[in-house]
Each structure stands twice: as C-alpha cells, then as structure tokens.
C-alpha cells in the first residue's frame, strides 16, 4: 500500500515569533496557513494579506476560499464546479472557528458563488449550523445575496459533453477536490474552511464531507485545526477531521494523526483499494502536517511570509 505524509515544524526565528519558550520547541513565524492542492497557494496568499490587515484567522480563511470560488477555471469548487447529473451546479461549503467551537455550513446551495460567505452568515447569523438545497438559498436572500449564473462556459460544455455519452443520466461520479484551510493567527485563533462542489454528476442532492463539521473540517484552538478532501463518503464514515485533531489533542504530531486517520480508511472492511483521501492539518503550536492515501496530493503551506506548495510523495508505509 502507499502512503504519502510530510510533516514540520522548525521554521527559523524571526521577529514577531511565538514558540521561545525554553522547552526546545522550535520558534515558529506567524500566520501559518495551509489549504489542500495547488489552488490552495492564492488561498494562503490572499488569506495572509487578511491577516496583514488586521483580520482574524476566520476572516483569512473566509476570503481564502473564495479565490477559487470565483476561479472558473478551477472544476471543482464554486463558480467553474462542475454540476450534478441533472446540470445544476450545488455547492458545499463550511467554516468553523476554533476560538468558539461555532460554525456555520450549506449544502446543495445553487445560484450563489461564494457559498462560504453564506456558510458563515449561517454561524453569525442563524440559531442553526447547517442549511440545505432551498433552505440554503432563502436564507442566502434573506442575508442580501444575489443569484449569479454558477454554471460557466467550461463547466457547461463539459456537461454536455457527459450528457452526450450519458443520456440516461447514469454514470459514475468523477472529478472532485475541495478547497480546504486552516489557519493560525499570531494571537493563537485557529479557523478553517471548506468549498466543494462535490462530485461532478452527482446525484442531485448528494454531499460530502466538505460542509460536515468534523467530517471536512475540525478547529479548536487548544489543540489545533485539520481539513480533508478526497472520497467524501468515505473521510465523513471515520468523522476524519475530527479524528485527527483528537488524536492530536492526544498527544499525536498532526503526521501521525493524519496517518492514524488514513488507516482507518484504507482498512474499513471492503474498502476499495483505489479510494483517495487526503488531510492536512495545523496544531497550535505551529507544526503541520500532511498526508494522502494514493499520489499526485500536493498542498500549500504559508508561514510567515513565505509560501510553497508540497507535493506529498507516496512512499511505502513503515511496518
Ligand atoms: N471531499 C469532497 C466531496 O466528497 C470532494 C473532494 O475533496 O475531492 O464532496
């Protein structure tokens, strides 16, 4: 079986670092800021410049996401998602504050592009954590949003292409990678979001993980904030993000974690051996750490104010 995990703490001093406390910890530059997948490098970039100007880690991972909700060239998430098998394009979306153990999430939002600034507004807004398919975009209305076209040129030529060779609607569902962050703020807050639009042809109505607290994504700032993307049915049967910051919160690195949490995929009775999962996780002392079964996972990692994205290698597992 392969396995991929990288994992860090030890960044050099430098002025503005929390973690000189004697004990050996390494000194660690803040924000640290780390997103699943390529797309996730102008997430961080524009989720730093929030920090830079006096937002909160909630704020930096709000307006993160949202680089690639408003991306149509990303196929995946928001405006450019590819719909389900009916053509509609739903979006998943989710934040949690690890400050308050608060969050707020949508699922099977349709007509809105940036569902996490929804997501949000359900926290701040709503008694509620989670709102759905119609409740979803009333609510939207409701806290002033406007419908916009959320099928581009690109997600829609690609459907028709798929229609064409599926005119009974039926076929597996393909392409699917969520948008996932977590922040940590020089003041110790932690925050992470989500943003998915699933699996392209899905059944109309089907979710992931993504929007799920504790599924997609877990933060408290006593111990530290994880995101998952991959094979949401399967990351939401094990409540992977949660997993993994219990474990550290345990005494595990988020490497080890992560890795523990992997295997609870890889080894669920009658798994598929091709199933893809992948976190990424932050503790609150600085270290990161990440892992994916299966290859090709790559993440962007910012502290301070150095970014870099990370290919996370499949190795053969240990043991
Ligand atoms: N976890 C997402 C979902 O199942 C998709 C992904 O991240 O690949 O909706």
Redesign the pocket.
């Known amino acids: 079986m392969l396995r991929g995990a990288a994992a860090g703490v030890g960044f050099l001093a430098s002025a503005g670092v929390r973690g000189q406390d004697g004990s050996g910890r390494a000194a660690v530059e803040f924000p640290v800021i780390i997103s699943?997948w390529p797309f996730g490098k102008a997430a961080n970039l524009e989720a730093l410049k929030i920090f830079d100007s006096g937002g909160t880690a909630l704020d930096a991972v709000e307006r993160g996401v949202m680089t690639a909700e408003a991306n149509p060239a990303i196929s995946?998430v928001g405006y450019g998602g590819f719909p389900n098998k009916a053509g509609i394009v739903e979006l998943?979306a989710a934040v949690f504050d690890g400050s308050t153990l608060d969050g707020g999430a949508v699922c099977a939002l349709t007509g809105f592009r940036h569902p996490v600034q929804i997501a949000r507004k359900v926290m701040e807004n709503s008694p509620h954590l989670i709102l759905v398919g119609e409740g979803a975009n009333l609510f939207a209305r409701e806290q002033g949003f406007s419908g916009e076209e959320t099928l581009s040129d690109g997600a829609r030529a690609a459907y028709q292409k798929w229609i064409k060779k599926h005119p009974d609607g039926q076929g597996e569902p393909e392409g699917?990678?969520?948008l996932?962050q977590v922040a940590l703020g020089s003041d110790g807050s932690i925050a992470a979001a989500?943003t998915?639009?699933?699996?392209a042809w899905?059944f109309p109505g089907?979710?992931?993980?993504?929007p799920i607290v504790g599924h997609?994504l877990y933060a408290d700032n006593s111990v530290g904030g994880c995101v998952?993307?991959?094979?949401?049915?399967e990351?939401?049967k094990v409540c992977g993000s949660f997993l993994v910051v219990e474990r550290m919160r345990q005494g595990a690195t988020p490497d080890e974690a992560i890795e523990e949490t992997l295997d609870r995929i890889r080894n669920r009775p009658g798994q598929n051996p091709a199933v893809?999962?992948?976190f990424v996780a932050l503790s609150s002392n600085g270290s990161w750490g990440a892992g994916a079964i299966g290859s090709n996972f790559h993440y962007a990692l910012t502290r301070g104010n150095q970014t870099e994205v990370i290919e996370v290698t499949p190795q053969q597992r240990k043991g």
């Open positions: 699943t995946t998943d699917h990678d969520t996932g989500c998915t639009s699933g699996m899905k089907r979710v992931g993980d993504s997609g998952a993307t991959g094979i949401g049915e990351i939401s893809q999962a992948a």
